[in-house]
């Protein structure tokens, strides 16, 4: 069974970001990498217009878990993040559920699984059409205060492939509980889902789930899975 990994890295200065252009000529190169996107970050914990330019990700989905072992080895992209990022956070993950696509793939095919207990993640992802970026961002405010302020809620970042319009969030929950408290009974969030299905604001869109099993680093100076 593939299984997964998520890697924040912070650098010191803006002009680190120009290593994504680098990498992905040796992201395509890597042995047991089935699916892989780097993403720019945003400054907030949702979708934000906001960008984070010295810090990106890297979201991976590999063959086996040996693969993942070796690229943390050996590949000089992770080489370069132990010798130039001022922070790195990197978490395995083992898929769940997931449905929709990602540029027309489904990334993670064929993953069931229940979470009975401890930390989810959570990935959601669209590409909104054009015409409905206006209302996409005017509603976003309304959904990033309500997730903010969400019981249960380790931690979360904004993350995308294009500036505006094609954005991701990936967040961390204390439980399966709390990341359904915030995704069908805030009342913020569930308006802007039934708005979002009513206007067919996405050409696409891809939702899942994890359990986050081992981890290493920090984020934002602590490790949001420990302590």
């Known amino acids: 069974m593939s299984i997964a990994s998520f890697h924040l890295i912070r650098y010191g200065t803006a002009g680190a970001m120009r290593y994504m252009a680098f990498d992905r000529p040796v992201l395509r190169r890597t042995t047991g990498l089935t699916f892989w996107r780097l993403l720019g970050t945003g400054r907030g914990r949702a979708m934000t217009l906001g960008a984070d330019l010295r810090r990106w990700a890297l979201l991976a989905v590999w063959r086996r878990e040996a693969d993942l072992d070796a690229f943390l080895a050996g590949s000089p992209i992770a080489a370069r993040w132990r010798a130039e990022a001022v922070e790195s956070w990197h978490v395995r993950l083992a898929p769940l559920a ?14 069931v699984g229940v979470l009975e207990a401890g930390p989810l993640a ?12 206006v209302a996409f961002y005017r509603s976003v405010p309304a959904v990033d205060a309500s997730l903010g302020a969400q019981e249960g809620l380790l931690a979360s970042v904004a993350v995308g492939e294009w500036p ?15 990341a359904n408290r915030f995704a069908y009974a805030a009342r913020e969030h569930r308006q802007v889902i039934e708005r979002t299905r009513a206007g067919n604001w996405y050409s696409e869109e891809l939702f899942a789930r994890f359990r986050p099993y081992s981890s290493e680093g920090t984020w934002d100076g602590a490790d949001p899975l420990t302590g």
């Open 98 to 111: 997931s449905r929709g696509r990602w540029g027309g793939i489904d990334p993670f095919p064929g993953q």
């Open 122 to 133: 959570v990935l959601t992802r669209a590409a909104i059409r054009p015409a409905r970026l």
């Open 164 to 178: 505006v319009a094609r954005q991701a969030t990936f967040s961390l929950w204390r439980d399966r509980d709390a």
